[in-house]
């Protein structure tokens, strides 16, 4: 990141320099009269920052012009094994295909109850499930959720289940529904989260430095081809 000043001592220009030896853009500045030192070493310390900033928002922009997630949902539900469980809701007993009692981690052929059931959701969602089936029981609702589970063994697993309850002559006389193990693609979303996260709090942090450079500098970030990505409040006032 070596500056260069243009005619007249009105126009500095820092390259930034890309993790793959490229360049990422440019920062460049433009004040009447020269820059101070202090000014040219601030400079630089700011190309260093806004360098990282630009490897952040072109990796946010790949994604972004990625295929969205919705076909891969379509692709994991398509190949992904779902499996089903029913229970009783007065006496608890139940039953799930061999999918879903893969995905507790136990044998398809231990007997299963609902109350054993939710004892493998993750503490932090075990409220919200239970919510969720006494209003499918006692309401006749539908669920549709996205928690934690915990295996016999393992790590925590994402599932999605889905339950409908079953009506006779007014009541509910069954729960029965589907499980599936989304674990991969849960994790892909909230790292695509973090990620827009991260880009956010970088252009905050560079929104606070640009501007707190100085108050008289013009200053511009902006790509290769030259496209502005950002300004400082002096460019914009002008």
């Known amino acids: 990141c070596t500056p260069w000043t243009g005619s007249r001592e009105e126009l500095v220009g820092v390259p930034l320099d890309a993790d793959d030896g490229g360049m990422s853009g440019w920062l460049c500045v433009a004040r009447r009269g020269a820059l101070e030192p202090r000014e040219l070493e601030l400079l630089t310390r700011l190309a260093r920052q806004a360098s990282a900033h630009l490897e952040r928002l072109?990796?946010?922009?790949?994604?972004?012009?990625?295929p969205n997630i919705a076909p891969l949902l379509e692709e994991v539900s398509r190949m992904a094994r779902i499996g089903g469980w029913e229970f009783d809701p007065e006496t608890g007993r139940g039953t799930w295909t061999t999918e879903v009692a893969r995905i507790h981690g136990v044998d398809p052929s231990e007997p299963t109850h609902a109350a054993r059931g939710l004892s493998f959701i993750a503490p932090p969602f075990r409220p919200l499930i239970e919510a969720a089936i006494v209003a499918a029981i006692q309401d006749g609702e539908p669920y549709d959720l996205?928690?934690?589970l915990q295996p016999r063994e393992g790590e925590l697993k994402w599932v999605r289940t889905i339950a409908t309850p079953v009506m006779e002559a007014g009541r509910v006389v069954k729960l029965q529904g589907t499980m599936q193990d989304i674990t991969e693609l849960k994790l892909a979303q909230l790292a695509l989260l973090e990620r827009e996260a991260d880009l956010?709090?970088?252009?905050?942090?560079?929104?606070s430095l640009v501007d707190g450079l100085a108050p008289q500098l013009l200053v511009a970030l902006t790509t290769p081809d030259g496209t502005i990505v950002e300004l400082s409040q002096a460019a914009l006032d002008a």
């Open 58 to 66: 072109a990796l946010a922009l790949a994604q972004r012009e990625a």
């Open 146 to 148: 996205e928690v934690q």
């Open 200 to 207: 956010a709090q970088s252009e905050a942090q560079l929104r």
